[in-house]
């Protein structure tokens, strides 16, 4: 069954591969305005559920592989995907607040990782009641590789090359060609990188 697309608002573009839209599977839901889906040729996704506010975007480039990905943007949200990054089961996008999130090509997402650019609820300084933990953009750099059940946490960023081991949280920038693991995240060894295949 190809994508289903359900669009509440106005002026939503989708710019999607025909093959692709045939070929793959979920539900793409505009509740808003103003909105833009790009999904690039040989791409794929399956069960994927993406739905955008207003003034979102979505993007992946040519030849990615979105297997049960998860996006909510609800407003000024914008997601981009670089070539052939894969994502192998549910990963979950979220910008409950405007913000970005960059993920590049070549890139390596295992089941049940998640990034969000927000606390989704404000913390409040008591003597100034001014909010202290405002959004912030999530960077993933080309050829990263997040284990299973990583959760990659408002301005944080991840360089080049690295890896980030089962079950870490990351809060803050992780070097290009790095291992990190933990909670929080912390790197353990550096000048290392990570390849698909078992050499």
Partial sequence: MPLLILDHGTN?????????????????VFTG????????????????SISLGNNCSFSAAFGCRLAAIEVMATSNGHVVIGTESNFTWHTRLFLHEAGRIQIGSGCLLASDTMMTVSDMHSLIDCKTGMRINPAADIIVEDKVWLA????????STIGYGSAVGIGSIVS???PPYSLAVGRPAAVIRSEVTWDAGLL
């Fill in 148 to 155: 299973y059940s990583v959760i990659i946490l408002k301005g």
């Fill in 33 to 48: 305005s103003n909105n833009t889906i790009a999904i690039g040729a040989q791409s794929s996704l399956v069960n994927a």
């Fill in 12 to 28: 939503n573009r989708v710019e999607v591969d025909p093959f692709v839209m045939e070929q793959s599977s979920g539900t793409i």
């Fill in 172 to 174: 803050r920038a992780i």
